[in-house]
């Protein structure tokens, strides 16, 4: 069931609204997101670079170490080829002063034999499970025995450890061990603004600045471990991401982002609240302007309903704008025209050919004034170029079917006249609609009654859309043999057979015996000014488009 079409004034209400409160919205709505992606953006690429920095300073410090226990091994191996007894200590104190010149603190360097002996060391301190046969198999021992002549990192209670063994002939002769000195990696994390944490392979942490992170047995929190990206624990969100070292360390940053999204939360909600208060401003502002904006509609459409029901006295005066300023004059003097022409047609009542030639001629369909009115108003709140582009159009229609009372124009005047019309149909049927104009030019300056082209393409829009999405008119105009013909076909839904053979026989009557005023009006009109074998036939077949056909005589 069809619903009542909504007044104009509630139209333009709606407009207002859409169009003021929609697009603040959409606008709130992408620079929020555009800031939260921002803010999402920077803080994980932040966080990882941070990361990528720290890992990579660590990896450098530990191929410093990675490189002073090959020397020392070097050294080691030189001692097994002389056949020394003891290590050459200056030696090795010389490699490792090399290796660790730029840090504060050497470290303790441990050299012990396969027996568990410490046989050098550089700070006079040598860990007890280093020289316990309990831990031959355990830890560090593990790490020497496992990876033979490869240097490994390992932590063991709380410290990292670089060693290696030195082997003769598959024979563990000496292990080399070195702390790396805490001082040094804490130093390469730098200051840093979020949490940062460096473990070994299993999570075990060996350096970090919180300890919240941590469980009792002093591994980092599963949930880090497992997952890079965002991470909630105890009810706050954080942002995690880890890089393991080709050394075997892993480093860990992790920023705290649950006050960050407090605020941003915060912030939606005040400008929610913002913008409900602009909609609620809005929506009762726009009644008043909408009513403001309307009251030339309402002019207009009374002063057509006066028109309807027989006062050719109403006038229009419309000074708000340049657009309704047109329609109101064109109005008011569409009206004194039909005054006047009623008045001569009165007083020339007893020439009956002239007579009929005027009023034919003066005939206007009224519904499409209200059609075409009724288009403008929808478009004026969607589209207000094409609303204008109507307006004009309209107002040149109704110009010419008032100028000059003369009988015949030019065949370029009356194609002046049909683009406004079309023009009008193109905006009110899109892409519905489409037509072509060949008419040749050497025919543009002959006579031809006035108002003839309009009422073919009325005509093929009356039947052409009949169940059919789409119409396509092809208007052509020509001269053959002292005649002008103009021909119209369509493709739209074609005519009956009975209802054409009712127009056919109707075309051949002086009087209109039927509701069919357009095309009779056409042949009647030409029947009366030419003489001769002139006027209008018409060939349809329903489902194959309508051919209408006019000839009348070239002057």
Not at 46 to 65: D, F, S
Not at 131 to 141: F, L, Q, S
Not at 244 to 268: H, R, W
Not at 507 to 529: A, F, K, V
Request: charged fraction near 25%; proline fraction near 1%; include cysteine.
């Amino acid at each position: 069931m069809n619903r009542d079409p909504q007044s104009f004034q509630e139209n333009i209400r709606r407009t207002f609204i859409r169009f003021s409160i929609v697009p603040i919205a959409i606008i709130v709505s992408v620079a929020l997101f555009l800031f939260v992606f921002s803010w999402s953006i920077f803080t994980t690429s932040y966080n990882k670079q941070g990361n990528r920095q720290v890992a990579g300073e660590i990896t450098r410090i530990l191929n410093i170490y990675y490189e002073l226990l090959g020397d020392v091994s070097d050294v080691l191996e030189k001692d097994l080829a002389e056949k020394n007894e003891t290590v050459s200590s200056d030696e090795i104190f010389s490699k490792l002063y090399d290796r660790t010149a730029e840090f504060s603190d050497i470290g303790n360097l441990i050299i012990l034999s396969a027996s568990h002996e410490a046989l050098f060391t550089s700070k006079d301190y040598v860990p007890k499970f280093l020289t316990d046969e309990n831990y031959a198999n355990w830890g560090v021992w593990n790490k020497i025995n496992k990876y033979k002549s490869q240097v490994s990192f390992v932590l063991y209670e709380k410290a990292l450890y670089a060693v290696k063994g030195v082997y003769e002939k598959n024979s563990l002769r000496y292990a080399i061990c070195y702390i790396v000195p805490g001082e040094v990696i804490s130093n390469a994390a730098g200051s840093q603004s979020r949490f940062l944490i460096i473990t070994d392979k299993n999570g075990f942490v060996y350096a970090s600045n919180t300890k919240k992170l941590q469980d009792n047995y002093g591994q980092i929190i599963k949930e880090f471990d497992e997952n890079n990206g965002f991470v909630k624990y105890n009810g706050t969100l954080f942002y995690a991401y880890k890089t393991v070292t080709d050394k075997g360390i892993v480093v860990y940053t992790i920023s705290d982002i649950g006050k960050s999204v407090e605020l941003i939360l915060a912030l939606i909600i005040i400008i929610a609240i913002i913008f409900i208060g602009i909609s609620l401003i809005t929506i009762r502002s726009t009644a008043g302007s909408s009513e403001r904006y309307t009251k030339d509609i309402r002019k207009i459409e009374d002063a057509f309903e006066e028109v309807q029901n027989g006062n050719l006295d109403a006038t229009l005066n419309i000074d708000s704008s340049t657009e309704f300023k047109i329609i109101g004059n064109d109005f008011n003097e569409m009206l004194k025209g039909l005054k006047e022409q009623i008045e001569k047609n009165n007083e020339l009542a007893e020439h009956a050919a002239f007579s009929q030639v005027k009023q034919l001629e003066s005939q206007f369909n009224p519904h499409f004034l209200f059609n075409t009115l009724d288009n403008i108003r929808f478009m004026a709140k969607i589209d207000a170029a094409a609303a204008d582009k109507m307006i004009v159009s309209l107002s040149g229609l109704l110009r010419y079917s008032i100028r000059e009372m003369k009988e015949e124009v030019t065949v370029r005047e009356d194609l002046d006249n049909l683009q406004y019309y079309l023009n009008i149909l193109q905006i009110r049927f899109n892409k519905r609609f489409a037509y072509v104009i060949d008419v040749y030019e050497d025919i543009m300056d002959f006579l031809i009654p006035k108002l003839l082209l309009q009422p073919l393409l009325e005509n093929a829009i009356k039947y052409g859309f009949n169940g059919q999405e789409k119409l396509s008119v092809h208007i052509r105009g020509y001269q053959m043999q002292e005649k002008l013909i103009f021909v119209c076909e369509d493709d739209g839904a074609g005519i009956e057979e009975n209802r054409l053979k009712e127009i056919q026989n109707n075309l051949q009557n002086e009087d209109n015996t039927s509701n069919h005023y357009g095309l009779y009006n056409i042949h009647r009109r030409i029947r009366l000014m030419y003489k001769g074998d002139y006027g209008l036939d018409i060939a349809s077949a329903q489902g194959q488009g309508t051919t209408v056909r006019i000839i009348i005589p070239r002057h």
